[in-house]
């Protein structure tokens, strides 16, 4: 019933356009985007080449990145601000008087951990540390570690633009600033946002249009998204000059600067502000962020029992002046009236517990529970969601291929 409504509410909207009525409940119709999660981490040991490329081989859309500081200033492409999980600098012994306890408890960024930092470290001294697979995921291919170096932000840059013009394929780049307020407390500027220009700076030396909003995107109609996957352009295409690129953060702030600064798309990540799920919540965030990345359990729980099972508390009274908690398919709604789409993170490889709230807890309230990762990317298909942050994005690809054939086979 409620898809029936939905799918009716996106051709009104799109009457224009050659919209199915079975198609995509995305806002304009294409089949979601699918993010690499620092790129294919799956396989590779995150953020290294061989991440990378996998990604583009893969046929992803976007491949994600997380950007630190070195301590003499260099931007490198580093996930928290922690190396031990991620390298093997514990193996190190030169470095071993670098461990230490680093508290920082500001509005969005709380650190309390004991670990190699990466602000401590020069890029010399870092270019001397290699990758290896994630601590966390001892089951995931272990082949490829002390094989990549760090990367600095603009060899990333470097990577992903020999790939695509190798691959003849437009790939995007998702632009991850993490701790803005760890980074502009050690490297202050005039205006407070050292951290957000410094990329800034990088992206406009290198032609990335700051100031471009990103072309429509052509309507793939039903069925032919093997032809996007498979790289094969209608006659008539004519390539674009504009080159892919969105920001990430969990830092509001950050999101609004880069928002108001540039015309590239902001993602306001999230998993615990009670304040966006409403409709006046909605309303701020339009005004700097057209992409609403919330904790999947968000659009599947609904921000109430969410907000419960993670004990995240808020003032009721404040919610209810915003208009109420909206609920998934409410929130979808409304956001796509303001313009914003839904980018649900992190969608894991099915040989990972799959994190979602409710198959942790048994509680007659979670109206759906996804029972594999094929039923749980395909509610957040059904959904309408425009981003997937994925891991395991061959995994992913199938998934998106195979929703896009049973909505393209449906008799409407
Ligand atoms: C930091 O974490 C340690 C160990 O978990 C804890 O004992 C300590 O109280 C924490 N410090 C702060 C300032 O939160
Ligand atoms: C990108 O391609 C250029 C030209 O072939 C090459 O010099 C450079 O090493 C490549 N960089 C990366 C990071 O792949
Ligand atoms: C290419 O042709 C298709 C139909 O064959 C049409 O719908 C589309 O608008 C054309 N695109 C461009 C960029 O001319
Ligand atoms: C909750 O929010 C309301 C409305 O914004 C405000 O009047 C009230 O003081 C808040 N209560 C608390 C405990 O912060
Ligand atoms: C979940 O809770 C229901 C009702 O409390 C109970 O009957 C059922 O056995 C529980 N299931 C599991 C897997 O614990």
């Known amino acids: 019933m409620l898809k029936t409504i939905f799918n009716i509410y996106a051709f009104a909207l799109f009457a224009n356009f050659a919209y199915s009525r079975c198609g995509w409940n995305t806002i304009d119709g294409n089949p979601p985007s699918l993010v690499g999660h620092k790129g294919e981490k799956a396989f590779m040991p995150e953020h290294t080449l061989g991440s990378y490329h996998m990604a583009a081989l893969e046929a992803v859309d976007y491949i994600e990145t997380d950007i630190s500081i070195s301590k003499d200033g260099v931007l490198v492409i580093v996930h928290n601000g922690w190396l031990g999980q991620t390298t093997n600098v514990a193996e190190l012994p030169q470095f071993a008087d670098r461990k230490k306890?680093?508290?920082?408890?500001?509005?969005?960024?709380?650190?309390?951990?004991?670990?190699?930092?990466?602000?401590?470290?020069?890029?010399?001294?870092?270019?001397?540390?290699?990758?290896?697979?994630?601590?966390?995921?001892?089951?995931?291919?272990?082949?490829?570690?002390?094989?990549?170096?760090?990367?600095?932000f603009d060899e990333y840059l470097d990577?992903?633009?020999?790939?695509?013009k190798n691959l003849d394929r437009q790939l995007g780049v998702a632009l991850e600033l993490k701790f803005s307020e760890v980074f502009n407390s050690l490297f202050p500027s005039d205006n407070g946002r050292g951290y957000e220009d410094k990329v800034l700076e990088v992206l406009s030396k290198r032609n990335y249009n700051i100031n471009q909003p990103p072309p429509s995107n052509p309507v793939?109609?039903?069925?032919?998204?093997?032809?996007?996957?498979?790289?094969?352009?209608?006659?008539?295409?004519?390539?674009?000059?504009?080159?892919?690129?969105?920001?990430?953060?969990?830092d509001h702030e950050t999101c609004e600067y880069l928002g108001k600064k540039t015309k590239i798309p902001v993602i306001s990540l999230n998993l615990n502000s009670p304040w966006m799920y409403t409709?006046?919540?909605?309303?701020?965030?339009?005004?700097?962020?057209?992409?609403?990345?919330?904790?999947?359990?968000?659009?599947?729980?609904?921000?109430?029992?969410?907000?419960?099972?993670?004990?995240?508390?808020?003032n009721k009274t404040e919610i209810e002046s915003m208009g109420g908690f909206l609920e998934p398919k409410?929130?979808?709604?409304?956001?796509?009236?303001?313009?914003?789409?839904?980018?649900?993170?992190?969608?894991?490889?099915?040989?990972?517990?799959?994190?979602?709230?409710?198959?942790?807890?048994?509680?007659?309230?979670?109206?759906?529970?996804?029972?594999?990762?094929?039923?749980?990317?395909?509610?957040?298909?059904?959904?309408?969601?425009?981003?997937?942050?994925?891991?395991?994005?061959?995994?992913?690809?199938?998934?998106?291929?195979?929703?896009?054939?049973?909505?393209?086979?449906?008799?409407?």
């Open 101 to 152: 306890q680093y508290i920082f408890n500001g509005k969005y960024a709380k650190i309390n951990r004991t670990e190699w930092f990466v602000w401590d470290f020069t890029y010399a001294e870092l270019k001397t540390i290699n990758r290896i697979q994630d601590t966390d995921y001892a089951y995931r291919p272990q082949y490829f570690n002390n094989d990549f170096y760090i990367l600095t």
């Open 159 to 164: 990577h992903i633009e020999n790939l695509s």
């Open 220 to 250: 793939i109609n039903n069925g032919d998204l093997l032809d996007h996957i498979l790289n094969i352009k209608p006659s008539n295409y004519t390539k674009s000059s504009y080159k892919p690129v969105s920001f990430l953060s969990f």
């Open 279 to 314: 409709p006046k919540g909605l309303d701020k965030i339009a005004s700097y962020s057209k992409i609403l990345s919330p904790e999947k359990n968000i659009l599947l729980a609904g921000p109430e029992l969410y907000f419960e099972f993670n004990e995240i508390s808020y």
């Open 330 to 412: 409410e929130l979808i709604r409304e956001s796509h009236k303001r313009g914003i789409e839904l980018s649900p993170f992190t969608l894991y490889d099915s040989r990972q517990p799959s994190g979602l709230l409710c198959t942790r807890f048994n509680d007659t309230r979670f109206k759906y529970c996804p029972k594999n990762r094929k039923e749980e990317m395909f509610y957040y298909f059904e959904l309408g969601c425009s981003y997937i942050t994925v891991e395991n994005i061959f995994e992913a690809q199938i998934l998106r291929l195979a929703f896009d054939s049973k909505i393209a086979s449906k008799d409407c």
